[in-house]
């Protein structure tokens, strides 16, 4: 099937994180393409990959990056497809640092920002799915079966004592 969604990183070590976007994107049925995009490192290629994102079919990019986290705004500098960000927990800074880099956007170049880490590579799957749900039916009944069931887990174990 055709990728809606570029699921892009900073370096192959950032994968432990952004597997969960992907998780998360086959758990809803959205068809995606993983690829390494280095924005210091393959500066062409970022470029290349930003401008004919929507011309492949591309209908949102979820960029992870930790560190200087420069990979998120310099696509969305360079595309009119939806770029969310994910911070990847860096070592140094335990991510704040990615998180300040992605989220301190300047006015004019759009990225939406995540949670730090799993959580934020989690719920970045599950929001590109909801924008794309906007114009896709089958992903937007794949997202409200997805809020059911979770909710139904919820409701079936309200008490954490008897597990």
Same mark, same amino acid.
């Given at each position: 099937?055709?990728?809606?969604?570029? %699921?892009?990183?900073?370096?192959?070590?950032?994968?432990p994180?952004? &597997?969960?976007?992907?998780?998360?994107?086959d758990?809803?049925?959205?068809?995606?393409?993983?690829?390494?995009?280095?924005?210091?490192?393959?500066? =062409?290629?970022?470029? =290349?990959?930003?401008?004919?994102?929507?011309?492949?079919?591309?209908?949102?990019?979820?960029?992870?990056?930790?560190?200087?986290?420069?990979?998120?705004?310099?696509?969305?500098?360079?595309?009119?497809?939806?770029?969310?960000?994910?911070?990847?927990?860096?070592?140094?800074?335990?991510?704040?640092?990615?998180? %300040?880099?992605?989220?301190?956007?300047?006015?004019?170049?759009?990225?939406?920002?995540?949670?730090?880490?799993k959580?934020?590579a989690?719920?970045?799957?599950? %929001?590109?799915?909801?924008?794309?749900?906007?114009?896709?039916?089958?992903?937007?009944?794949?997202? &409200?079966?997805?809020?059911?069931?979770?909710?139904?887990?919820?409701? =079936?174990?309200? =008490?954490?004592? &008897?597990?």
């Amino acid at each position: 099937m055709q990728p809606l969604v570029g %699921l892009i990183m900073g370096s192959k070590s950032d994968w432990p994180t952004m &597997e969960h976007a992907a998780s998360m994107l086959d758990k809803l049925g959205v068809p995606y393409e993983t690829k390494v995009v280095s924005a210091h490192r393959t500066p =062409d290629l970022l470029f =290349d990959y930003a401008k004919t994102a929507a011309d492949r079919g591309l209908k949102v990019i979820i960029a992870g990056a930790g560190g200087a986290a420069h990979l998120p705004g310099m696509i969305a500098s360079q595309t009119p497809v939806p770029v969310l960000g994910v911070p990847v927990q860096s070592k140094a800074l335990n991510g704040l640092d990615s998180l %300040l880099s992605i989220v301190q956007m300047p006015g004019g170049v759009a990225v939406g920002t995540l949670a730090i880490g799993k959580a934020g590579a989690t719920n970045a799957g599950l %929001l590109a799915a909801q924008i794309i749900g906007t114009s896709d039916d089958s992903i937007r009944k794949a997202v &409200e079966a997805f809020r059911s069931t979770q909710t139904q887990t919820v409701l =079936d174990n309200p =008490d954490p004592s &008897e597990q």
